[in-house]
């Protein structure tokens, strides 16, 4: 892989490239953007060409050669110069306390592995390049701890911050580092990169639409999709439950939710072990979350007048169900709901309770009209 393969990203992908080649590279960026639209390939893809030993240039175009040994043993996976930060390291800290799964961003992490390593000079190659991964989980302890390394690192070092939250960094972290933004991707895009996978038409678009310009994200469900985890049926049963089913049978239907809900976190652990199993159990919890809104979201659409975009087009009749039990309003006011369920994700609330809570919210209105 190289940058010019980098999907979708044209914009972001040609500032970098303008940079190497007039010798203008920021010693600190920030790659912000929604999860799954290629910041992470971007930046293992700019960190190659750092410390790729024969560039390719050109008037505004650069690239890693592939063929040189820093090139090689980058592929490899194996490069000391490139070093990746992310939370999860807090295991292999000198006082690690037990913890292996932490939600916020550990200080000790940052002070170990990034500004301790900072200090090193590169081995094979000239420069060396952290990748410090879910930037926005860094608490202010830790932003402040890394305030000095970015303000004045050694002339060998390249710092990238990953960041889906940008509104998350404190001011003097954003001062000290050149933005690049990365955009949505488009539909069309997106459906015709899934079909490449292997999913089918109707299924791609949803998860296409589902998946809103995150390609990776959309590519990552069909992945699973593939690896039998069924989630575009569960999304079925869920869209159709709470526009159609009854209210006595909540409890059964969290139940059964909650029992697909892990049967799709174990074949995603399978898949990648790299994260967390308390992780991926919250980007699944939060998935399902997403299907409520985005059945919601339909509804409101469909109320005021528009349904070309709807995302649960494969279940209209289903939608037209849901916008008909209560005006743009109340079903507003869900929405909030399901995004306060989402806060509660990340504070380690019981799955159980949240699909109780998330399967209970649209009928709720339902009983107090009666
Ligand atoms: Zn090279």
Sequence with gaps: MSLK??????????????????????????FSGPEGVGRCKTAREWAKLLICEHPILQKDYADSCGSCNCCRVFEAGSHPDYVEVYKELVEFTKEPKGRKRPVAFPVDVVREFLIEKVQHRPILAKRRVFVL??????????????LKVLEEPPSYCSIILLCTRFEKLLATVKSRCQVVRFGRIDE?????????????????????????????????????????????????????????????????????????????????????????????????????????????????CLQLGDNSTITNFDQKADV??????????????KITNCYNTLHWIDSAVNEKLIFEQLLLNPFVCDTIDV
């Design 188 to 300: 069309e895009r997106t459906v015709e990169k899934l079909i490449g996978q292997g999913i089918e038409g109707d299924v791609a678009l949803y998860f296409a639409r589902f998946c809103q310009g995150r390609l990776g994200q959309a590519c990552q469900l069909c992945a699973l999709e593939l690896a039998d985890a069924e989630i575009y049926n569960t999304k079925k049963k869920v869209v159709s439950f709470i526009s159609t089913g009854e209210l006595s049978q909540v409890l059964d239907m969290a139940n059964w939710l909650l029992a697909e809900a892990k049967k799709i976190s174990s074949i995603w652990s399978k898949r990648q072990e790299d994260v967390s199993v308390s992780d991926i159990n919250r980007k699944v919890v939060k998935l399902f979350v997403n299907v409520v809104i985005s059945a919601l979201r339909d509804a409101v």
């Design 5 to 30: 393969e980098i999907f979708c990203q044209d914009k972001a992908v040609s500032i970098l490239q303008r940079a190497f080649t007039q010798g203008r590279m920021s010693h600190a960026y920030i």
């Design 133 to 146: 991964k879910e930037a926005e989980k860094l608490n202010i302890a830790s932003q402040n701890a890394l």
């Design 320 to 333: 037209e169900q849901l916008a008909k039990r209560f005006d743009p309003e109340a079903a507003a006011q």
